[in-house]
């Protein structure tokens, strides 16, 4: 079945009563390995729904197969919203799930007159940068590190929690020509960072590999964000992912 059609049967909607928002707390463990003490627990998912957040969920059928939670801020005097977490089961991606849940995250946001999202992402997950920046449009000018510190997750490899935070502009011209299919304007390309094509592997056979893969990117971001510079793109190939920074209009 096509990406397209095997998506359309999928139902998003917000998380109905405690018996959902249970089933999100348990997809957390199948999804990331999370240890128990690790998980998002129920009450932050109640509470969410309660203060202004989102609790979003994909169906198939009957079955949860991907969840999204937001919590409500305020930045400049101005709300919106943190996308603390969103997962989808293995043998659901690649499959536009994961878009379809933040569209649906976007239109619900921009009905209600808010018109940033932030997350943070792990910039060693490729996939993830490009799906974040080419895909949905998103911007980056900060960079934490060690945010969450270590966890158990084996998709974290032992490595430091070091976070990009992801920008999304809802109604910016970059947005709405990405979401469109349209190449979005943007400045000269002044620095970029590459990061190995293989580094999942790298991260899962030589963790010390991995973290000097990690810290030479985490000090190239550090230092071009001092800069001014912003994240404007990101580029794949065989051997690589690629960031790519410039100047950003309302940096």
Same mark, same amino acid.
């Given at each position: 079945?096509?990406?397209?059609?095997?998506?359309?049967?999928?139902?998003?909607?917000?998380?109905?009563?405690?018996?959902?928002?249970?089933?999100?707390?348990?997809?957390? *463990?199948?999804?990331?390995? @999370?240890?128990?003490?690790?998980?998002?627990?129920?009450?932050?998912?109640?509470?969410? #729904?309660?203060?202004?957040? #989102?609790?979003?969920?994909?169906?198939?059928?009957?079955?949860?197969? %991907?969840? /999204?939670?937001?919590?409500?801020?305020?930045?400049?005097?101005?709300?919106?919203?943190?996308?603390?977490?969103?997962?989808?089961?293995?043998?659901?991606?690649?499959?536009?799930?994961?878009?379809?849940?933040?569209?649906? #995250?976007?239109?619900?946001?921009? =009905?209600?007159?808010?018109?940033?999202?932030?997350?943070? @992402?792990?910039?060693?997950?490729?996939?993830?940068?490009?799906?974040?920046?080419?895909?949905? %449009?998103?911007?980056?000018?900060?960079?934490?590190?060690?945010?969450?510190?270590?966890? =158990?997750?084996?998709?974290?490899?032992?490595?430091?929690?070091?976070?990009?935070?992801?920008?999304?502009?809802?109604?910016?011209?970059?947005?709405?020509?990405?979401?469109?299919?349209?190449?979005?304007?943007?400045?000269?390309?002044?620095?970029?960072?590459?990061?190995?094509?293989?580094?999942?592997?790298?991260?899962? =056979?030589?963790?010390?590999?991995?973290?000097?893969?990690?810290?030479?990117? =985490?000090?190239?971001?550090?230092?071009?964000?001092?800069?001014? /510079?912003?994240?404007?793109?990101?580029?794949?190939?065989?051997?690589? %992912?690629?960031?790519?920074?410039? *100047?950003?209009?309302?940096?």
């Amino acid at each position: 079945m096509a990406e397209g059609q095997e998506s359309r049967r999928i139902e998003i909607r917000k998380l109905s009563g405690l018996d959902e928002l249970n089933e999100a707390v348990r997809l957390q *463990k199948e999804i990331w390995g @999370f240890a128990d003490i690790e998980l998002l627990p129920l009450r932050l998912f109640v509470v969410a #729904q309660k203060v202004g957040g #989102q609790t979003l969920g994909a169906f198939d059928g009957g079955r949860m197969v %991907g969840f /999204l939670l937001a919590v409500p801020g305020l930045k400049q005097g101005m709300p919106y919203l943190h996308s603390h977490m969103m997962g989808v089961l293995p043998e659901y991606r690649n499959l536009g799930v994961g878009r379809r849940l933040k569209l649906a #995250q976007r239109d619900e946001a921009l =009905s209600r007159g808010i018109r940033l999202i932030e997350w943070t @992402f792990d910039p060693l997950e490729l996939k993830n940068a490009f799906f974040n920046i080419e895909r949905l %449009g998103a911007i980056v000018r900060r960079y934490v590190l060690n945010q969450y510190g270590t966890t =158990s997750s084996p998709l974290h490899g032992g490595l430091p929690t070091d976070r990009c935070v992801a920008e999304w502009h809802l109604d910016s011209p970059r947005v709405l020509a990405v979401l469109e299919g349209r190449e979005p304007e943007r400045g000269p390309v002044l620095e970029r960072i590459a990061i190995p094509a293989g580094i999942a592997e790298i991260r899962a =056979s030589d963790p010390a590999k991995a973290r000097e893969i990690q810290a030479a990117a =985490s000090r190239k971001f550090v230092e071009y964000f001092d800069r001014g /510079l912003a994240v404007i793109g990101f580029e794949r190939s065989p051997e690589a %992912g690629v960031y790519l920074f410039g *100047k950003w209009p309302s940096a």
